[in-house]
């Protein structure tokens, strides 16, 4: 995306305050994410990748990441 304004011959529909809220708030959220994945890969670019002790099995991960999600699902009668 370009930092550049728009040009001045298209108009552009502003948001909401509550929406251009919310929106800076994914923006920034989508900023902390890559950040810490940003340092992530620099750690395995300087130090090289941890040990297999060291690591959580993918299985784990997924099955946690889904239990998580079916904890936030509501239960259907």
């Given at each position: 995306?370009s930092?550049q304004?728009?040009?001045?011959?298209r108009?552009r529909?502003?948001?909401?305050?509550?929406?251009?809220d919310?929106?800076r708030?994914y923006?920034?959220?989508t900023?902390?994410?890559a950040?810490q994945?940003?340092?992530?890969?620099?750690d395995?670019?300087t130090?090289?990748?941890?040990?297999?002790?060291?690591?959580?099995p993918?299985?784990?991960?997924?099955e946690?990441?889904?239990?998580?999600?079916?904890?936030?699902?509501?239960?259907?009668?």
């Amino acid at each position: 995306m370009s930092e550049q304004p728009a040009p001045a011959d298209r108009a552009r529909q502003q948001l909401e305050p509550a929406a251009a809220d919310g929106l800076r708030a994914y923006a920034a959220k989508t900023r902390a994410n890559a950040d810490q994945f940003a340092a992530v890969l620099e750690d395995i670019a300087t130090n090289g990748l941890p040990s297999v002790e060291d690591c959580t099995p993918w299985e784990e991960l997924r099955e946690a990441h889904l239990a998580r999600l079916a904890a936030q699902r509501p239960a259907v009668a």
